[in-house]
């Protein structure tokens, strides 16, 4: 992976209303662009969280009584964070491992581009 590409971080969790994002008990989606159009997502869920979902599972049947739990692109972290979810986003790609872990999506239209960053895109004029 080219780790001198600009990226762009969309965070689920910024789309929601204030004091609905606790870092410490939350799931939520993260979407990586990369300059050249190509985009990525995972879903983060932090430790606590499975728990939380194990609980709530266990009380309304799902997931065959909380005795299990998967979801795509699963990604466990300590605190969901911006901060943090930008530290393990740059550690991944630094050690070759953001491809294993984000799976990569179709790539930006150009109808798209004012959803980002003007200039953004290398393609752009």
Not at 3 to 26: L, M, P, Q, S, V
Not at 79 to 85: G, K, M, N, P, Y
Request: aromatic letters at 16%; one cysteine or more; charged letters at 30%.
């Amino acid at each position: 992976m080219n780790k001198t590409r600009n990226k762009h971080i969309w965070i689920e969790a910024e789309e929601w209303a204030e004091g609905e994002w606790n870092i410490e008990d939350t799931n939520l989606d993260v979407i990586v662009t990369f300059s050249d159009r190509s985009k990525y997502i995972a879903s983060f869920f932090t430790y606590k969280n499975i728990q939380s979902l194990r609980e709530k599972n266990k009380l309304t049947g799902e997931w065959l009584s909380g005795t299990y739990f998967c979801a795509s692109d699963m990604v466990l972290i300590d605190t969901a964070s911006r901060e943090r979810i930008y530290e393990l986003i740059d550690y991944l790609i630094e050690h070759d491992e953001f491809e294993s872990v984000f799976t990569q999506t179709s790539d930006v239209d150009s109808e798209n581009d004012y959803l980002y960053p003007k200039g953004f895109f290398k393609d752009c004029r």
